[in-house]
T-cell receptor, first 116, second 113 residues
């Protein structure tokens, strides 16, 4: 069964460092997402991406964040200068469009980011 | 914009007992509705979904949910809970074809032996 894969599973970084989280969405999906979950809290929307551009972003997704689809398979989230409050689990998700797709998001296993 | 509420932050049930987790949504049209489960330290797994047709949907692991438009609810049920069901459960709502996907705050389920 196709799945969304994320790397790394866990990253520890120093405050102020740049971090790139990587995701490989399901191959025929067209919509890509990043969500964040701070420990013990709800899953929060960060950004959605379609047709090589951001289609929607939340207020959490400020200038420190960026997303990119550098090639036909990867979808990355970059945090330019990490802060302590960026410590969270980051989930990538993708969904398809059209016949055979029912709107559900398929999630990766998450990348845990710890900022020291 | 759509929203989801899950009134129960934490529920504790005994193994073998029945379970109902509540979910209420706000959306102007017919929503796409989902339940996801998250075991500790794990990702999000889809339990079931509703987007049209029969309002009672069956999912994995013996779960079911019923869409009630008049109550704007999509409650999750299981007739007999197993210890392995202890996890966080998230209800989610989306527009057509999954647009504007929004999660509820989650309900943590504990299961007593």
């Amino acid at each position: 069964e196709p799945e969304v894969t994320q790397t790394p599973s866990h990253q520890v970084t120093q405050m102020g460092q740049e971090v790139i989280l990587r995701c490989v969405p399901i191959s025929n999906h067209l919509y890509f997402y990043w969500y964040r979950q701070i420990l013990g809290q709800k899953v929060e929307f960060l950004v959605s991406f379609y047709n090589n551009e951001i289609s929607e972003k939340s207020e959490i997704f400020d200038d420190q964040f960026s997303v990119e689809r550098p090639d036909g398979s990867n979808f990355t989230l970059k945090i330019r200068s990490t802060k302590l409050e960026d410590s969270a689990m980051y989930f990538c998700a993708s969904r398809g469009r059209g016949t055979g797709h029912t709107g559900e998001l398929f999630f990766g296993e998450g990348s845990r980011l710890t900022v020291l | 914009a759509q929203s989801v509420t899950q009134p129960d932050i934490h529920i504790t049930v005994s193994e073998g007992a029945s379970l109902e987790l509540r979910c209420n949504y706000s959306y102007g049209a017919t929503p796409y509705l989902f339940w996801y489960v998250q075991s500790p330290g794990q990702g999000l797994q889809l339990l079931l979904k509703y987007f049209s047709g029969d309002t009672l949907v069956q999912g994995i692991k013996g779960f079911e949910a019923e869409f009630k438009r008049s109550q704007s609810s999509f409650n999750l049920r299981k007739p007999s809970v197993h210890w392995s069901d202890a996890a966080e459960y998230f209800c989610a709502v989306a527009g057509n074809y999954g647009q504007n996907f929004v999660f509820g705050p989650g309900t943590r389920l504990s299961v007593l032996p």
